[in-house]
């Protein structure tokens, strides 16, 4: 895989060894910094088109005490007293001593279809840089930013796949001022909006509507925060995954990770170990992906974006009222159940009201009782959606092979700023090229897949984690796709799965539509700064 190296000055050199694990590769762990400086290092990472070492060096360097650090070269490895950790982790097997070290780890020039792979693991934390803030016009090393696939670029579809996805870049670049010029004519700025926040508010609407021109190939930097032995199992996914991208790219982290952690990952190359349990899992999808194979007959048809409720439980209210119950009572679970089935509706609502509490804001939310019931989705819905809400990994989501099968999105005022053709002409490009790289190339053939493109998953979660997501991607900022997902998921809960109570105390899930999702946060974020500088 080709990666584009930044140019760094002797001096800047200086100022990065101490801090980063490598200074030219697009995977690297950063080391001896504050917690806080890392944090807000990967905070920033997600709103900006730098990297995270040229972020460093332009905002945040000047304002870091490097006495005694330039002596330091983090890029040759840490040396650290690891013998109490090889004991006990490699002769006693103790795997939460590998819980107790983590890293900040930094992984650029990401495939949209890696991110997804990186981001998989529960017991992790993600920033990952949004398309919603940040253009894909430019070009990075002279390169517009997408992944191209060594296989691909050796065959004779290589010169095809370059041109066909350069021509993408080529649409959204024209996309974009056109839509701007539309948002400015269509929302035209208020007398109490500072030209920061309309600016910051247009430019989040037109990447808005032209993300979805963008292919699965598109990159991305990634920041992620996890402890040994959460890479550990990422690692060992990795290495056994069909995707070439995501093999080489597990190489890379493994080489940065131990120069900061070794002794927890000790046992990811080792044969009767790692390599075996890697093994273990490519052979293991191999075989299903066989058999399912041979069972079912898979007929692509064109489908619309819908969201349908496949399960649930009808009893789902009185079992999350028993698991109230619980801890208040000395009574076996089974008894709860049956006193809770007796009571009339008024005392039932009063149980719940009083565990639900007053809620002042969506961060308040009752405790793990309202995991005692569970719903699954059936969702269809472009990438660019399935992306964000691919995030919540509490819950159980599993997703089906990207293609364009299954239909796009166009967003009505693609028509209204005059760029429809463009779009449209955009979706044929992307899906002739899928179509003719999956004869060949059939992992590979994601890649062309422009974000305007539906994908088919299931999303399970229990009521905690649906008043969580539903709450927080309902809110007057998210994007409009995703909204729409979660503002079906609530209406079903309430409707179709009778539990209108549980989604009465959902009550932050904003049902509201809006033309300018983003000015309303703009606003409060300046508004923030200001007090802050007050």
């Given at each position: 895989?080709?990666?584009?190296?930044?140019e760094?000055?002797?001096?800047?050199?200086?100022?990065?060894?101490?801090?980063?694990?490598?200074?030219?590769?697009?995977?690297?762990?950063?080391?001896?910094?504050?917690?806080?400086?890392?944090?807000?290092?990967?905070?920033r990472?997600?709103?900006?088109?730098?990297?995270?070492?040229?972020?460093?060096?332009?905002?945040?360097?000047?304002?870091?005490?490097?006495?005694?650090?330039?002596?330091?070269?983090?890029?040759?490895?840490?040396?650290?007293?690891?013998?109490?950790?090889?004991?006990?982790?490699?002769?006693?097997?103790?795997?939460?001593?590998?819980?107790?070290?983590?890293?900040?780890?930094?992984c650029?020039?990401?495939?949209n279809?890696?991110?997804?792979?990186?981001?998989?693991?529960?017991?992790?934390?993600?920033?990952?840089?949004?398309?919603?803030?940040?253009?894909?016009?430019?070009?990075?090393?002279?390169?517009?930013?997408?992944?191209?696939?060594?296989?691909?670029?050796?065959?004779?579809?290589?010169?095809?796949?370059?041109?066909?996805?350069?021509?993408?870049?080529?649409?959204?670049?024209?996309?974009?001022?056109?839509?701007?010029?539309?948002?400015?004519?269509?929302?035209?700025?208020?007398?109490?909006?500072?030209?920061?926040?309309?600016?910051?508010?247009?430019?989040?609407?037109?990447?808005?509507?032209?993300?979805?021109?963008?292919?699965?190939?598109?990159?991305?930097?990634?920041?992620?925060?996890?402890?040994?032995?959460?890479?550990?199992?990422?690692?060992?996914?990795?290495?056994?995954?069909?995707?070439?991208?995501?093999?080489?790219?597990?190489?890379?982290?493994?080489?940065?990770?131990?120069?900061?952690?070794?002794?927890?990952?000790?046992?990811?190359?080792?044969?009767?170990?790692?390599?075996?349990?890697?093994?273990?899992?490519?052979?293991?999808?191999?075989?299903?992906?066989?058999?399912?194979?041979?069972?079912?007959?898979?007929?692509?048809?064109?489908?619309?974006?819908?969201?349908?409720?496949?399960?649930?439980?009808?009893?789902?209210?009185?079992?999350?009222?028993?698991?109230?119950?619980?801890?208040?009572?000395?009574?076996?679970?089974?008894?709860?159940?049956?006193?809770?089935?007796?009571l009339?509706?008024?005392?039932?609502?009063?149980?719940?009201?009083?565990?639900?509490?007053?809620?002042?804001?969506?961060?308040?939310?009752?405790?793990?009782?309202?995991e005692?019931?569970?719903?699954?989705?059936?969702?269809?819905?472009?990438?660019?959606?399935f992306?964000?809400?691919?995030?919540?990994?509490?819950?159980?989501?599993?997703w089906?092979?990207?293609?364009?099968?299954?239909?796009?999105?166009?967003?009505?005022a693609?028509?209204?700023?005059?760029?429809?053709?463009?779009?449209?002409?955009?979706?044929?490009?992307?899906?002739?090229?899928?179509?003719?790289?999956?004869?060949?190339?059939?992992?590979?053939a994601?890649?062309?897949?422009?974000?305007?493109?539906?994908?088919?998953?299931?999303?399970?979660?229990?009521?905690?984690?649906?008043?969580?997501?539903?709450?927080?991607?309902?809110?007057?900022?998210?994007?409009?796709?995703?909204?729409?997902?979660?503002?079906?998921?609530?209406?079903?809960?309430?409707?179709?799965?009778?539990?209108?109570?549980?989604?009465e105390?959902?009550?932050?899930?904003?049902?509201?539509?809006?033309?300018?999702?983003?000015?309303?946060?703009?606003?409060?974020?300046?508004?923030?700064?200001?007090?802050?500088?007050?």
């Open positions: 895989m080709h990666y584009v190296n930044e760094f000055s002797e001096d800047e050199k200086t100022m990065l060894r101490p801090y980063f694990t490598n200074l030219e590769g697009p995977v690297f762990a950063l080391v001896n910094l504050p917690e806080v400086v890392k944090g807000a290092l990967f905070a990472y997600s709103r900006t088109e730098k990297s995270l070492r040229r972020l460093f060096l332009d905002e945040f360097v000047s304002d870091l005490d490097l006495t005694g650090d330039l002596t330091v070269d983090a890029t040759v490895g840490l040396k650290r007293a690891e013998e109490l950790y090889d004991r006990v982790f490699l002769e006693y097997g103790d795997d939460s001593v590998a819980q107790l070290g983590g890293v900040h780890l930094a650029e020039q990401a495939s279809i890696l991110t997804k792979i990186l981001e998989w693991g529960r017991l992790m934390a993600y920033l990952e840089q949004s398309t919603r803030y940040i253009t894909y016009d430019s070009r990075f090393g002279g390169l517009y930013r997408y992944v191209r696939p060594p296989s691909v670029l050796k065959s004779p579809l290589g010169a095809r796949y370059v041109s066909d996805i350069d021509s993408l870049f080529d649409d959204y670049a024209a996309c974009l001022p056109q839509l701007t010029d539309w948002a400015r004519e269509r929302f035209p700025k208020s007398p109490g909006d500072s030209d920061f926040v309309y600016k910051q508010s247009i430019k989040a609407k037109a990447c808005d509507l032209a993300r979805g021109i963008l292919p699965a190939a598109t990159v991305s930097n990634v920041g992620i925060y996890g402890t040994g032995q959460s890479f550990e199992a990422l690692l060992l996914r990795m290495r056994a995954h069909v995707l070439p991208e995501a093999r080489s790219y597990a190489e890379m982290i493994l080489t940065e990770l131990r120069k900061a952690i070794p002794s927890f990952l000790s046992r990811v190359d080792l044969p009767d170990r790692g390599i075996a349990w890697s093994t273990y899992l490519s052979e293991q999808q191999s075989a299903t992906e066989e058999i399912v194979g041979k069972l079912f007959t898979n007929e692509a048809v064109e489908t619309e974006a819908s969201v349908i409720l496949t399960d649930f439980d009808p009893e789902g209210e009185d079992k999350v009222l028993a698991a109230i119950c619980f801890s208040h009572l000395d009574l076996p679970d089974a008894t709860i159940r049956e006193r809770v089935a007796r009339g509706a008024d005392e039932k609502v009063a149980v719940l009201k009083a565990y639900v509490g007053d809620r002042l804001n969506r961060r308040h939310r009752p405790g793990r009782a309202f005692r019931t569970d719903y699954r989705f059936d969702v269809v819905c472009d990438y660019g959606a992306r964000d809400l691919q995030r919540h990994r509490m819950l159980t989501i599993d089906q092979k990207l293609s364009p099968h299954h239909g796009y999105d166009r967003p009505d693609l028509v209204d700023a005059g760029v429809a053709d463009i779009f449209d002409r955009a979706m044929d490009r992307s899906a002739d090229l899928y179509t003719d790289l999956s004869e060949w190339f059939p992992v590979e994601p890649y062309a897949v422009s974000l305007a493109y539906r994908i088919r998953f299931s999303m399970q979660m229990n009521a905690r984690e649906a008043m969580h997501l539903l709450e927080l991607r309902t809110s007057p900022q998210g994007h409009r796709s995703y909204r729409v997902v979660a503002q079906q998921m609530h209406q079903l809960i309430a409707e179709q799965a009778g539990h209108r109570a549980l989604a105390a959902m009550k932050f899930v904003d049902h509201e539509t809006y033309d300018l999702e983003r000015l309303e946060s703009a606003r409060a974020a300046e508004a923030k700064r200001a007090i802050s500088q007050a």
